[in-house]
């Protein structure tokens, strides 16, 4: 009995699958877990883009055995073709944690390449872009080509998309990209945030060096755990993953009217 699978674009047709599994998936895991380590990734990470445990995720790699939608669902997770797998050994690459000044100048000196680059961060297909903006299929693949020649990306057959960056990925601190986000905080912040899953507080407090120090670092642990959310939720449709946009920020301020009754 045939079972037939879409796996990465490749129809996969399988007599015996207890045969298959036995026989392709332990040199596939073995492969699998090179990619994991060479992109940064969890079990974590793949207990989250599975919706199991962790130690589920552990018997997994451990047994080597799940189902063709569990690996399937894997191999997006690490953005890897099943062909490029099975060449066990993933490219050497290195992995960007920041853009330079000149790459962010460039997605900000182009307001559609800028949003095409956004969208392939928040692993968003071409079909996906197409689908959400006024955009032509030949222009957005020419806005990847673009990105891919300044190393954000990688664009392969069937207009796959395989981001360049790492989970830990960032901008430059008052970089080109910060300083155009800033320019439109007004538009940010002029909303109510009172829709569910919006919330908006300014908490002042006087607190010592080392509590600031430890509440920057607690939120730098939140902005990981939703950007690694971000690439767990990357299997989902898109109309289930709205855009979410998420500020944090701590520093020492007051109002301009307060500094100017401050004594020296």
Request: aromatic share 8%; net charge neutral; glycine share 4%.
């Given at each position: 009995q045939f079972i037939n699978t879409k796996l990465h674009g490749l129809d996969l047709k399988v007599v015996n699958y207890a045969t298959f599994a036995a026989m392709a998936f332990p040199t596939l895991f073995d492969a699998l877990k090179l990619h994991f380590k060479a992109r940064g990734l969890t079990y974590a990470d793949a207990a989250r883009a599975?919706?199991?445990?962790?130690?589920?995720?552990?018997?997994?790699?451990?047994?080597?055995?799940?189902?063709?939608?569990?690996?399937?669902?894997?191999?997006?997770l690490v953005q890897v073709e099943l062909g490029e797998?099975?060449?066990?050994?993933?490219?050497?690459?290195?992995?960007?944690n920041q853009l330079s000044e000149g790459q962010e100048e460039a997605l900000v000196g182009?307001?559609?390449?800028?949003?095409?680059?956004?969208?392939?961060?928040?692993?968003?297909?071409?079909?996906?872009?197409?689908?959400?903006?006024?955009?032509?299929r030949a222009e957005c693949t020419t806005l990847l080509l673009r990105l891919e020649a300044l190393g954000v990306l990688e664009l392969h057959p069937n207009d796959r998309i395989r981001l360049n960056v790492s989970r830990t990925f960032t901008w430059i601190p008052n970089g080109p990209i910060m300083r155009y986000v800033t320019a439109r905080?007004?538009?940010?912040?002029?909303?109510?945030?009172?829709?569910?899953?919006?919330?908006?507080?300014?908490?002042?407090?006087?607190?010592?060096?080392?509590?600031?120090?430890?509440?920057?670092?607690r939120l730098e642990q939140i902005a990981r755990e939703y950007s690694e959310q971000h690439a767990a939720d990357a299997v989902l449709p898109l109309a289930d993953r709205p855009a979410?946009?998420?500020?944090?920020?701590?520093?020492?301020?007051?109002?301009?009217?307060?500094?100017?009754?401050a004594r020296e």
């Open positions: 599975l919706g199991v445990s962790e130690a589920t995720v552990k018997r997994i790699f451990s047994r080597r055995d799940c189902s063709l939608e569990r690996f399937a669902a894997l191999c997006d797998l099975a060449r066990v050994q993933p490219r050497p690459r290195r992995l960007l182009d307001p559609r390449l800028l949003l095409v680059a956004v969208c392939a961060l928040n692993q968003m297909g071409i079909d996906d872009m197409l689908a959400a903006y006024c955009l032509e905080a007004g538009d940010y912040f002029d909303y109510p945030f009172a829709a569910p899953g919006e919330s908006m507080r300014i908490v002042t407090v006087r607190v010592s060096t080392a509590a600031a120090v430890a509440l920057v670092a979410l946009s998420v500020c944090l920020a701590v520093r020492h301020w007051e109002p301009p009217e307060f500094r100017a009754l």
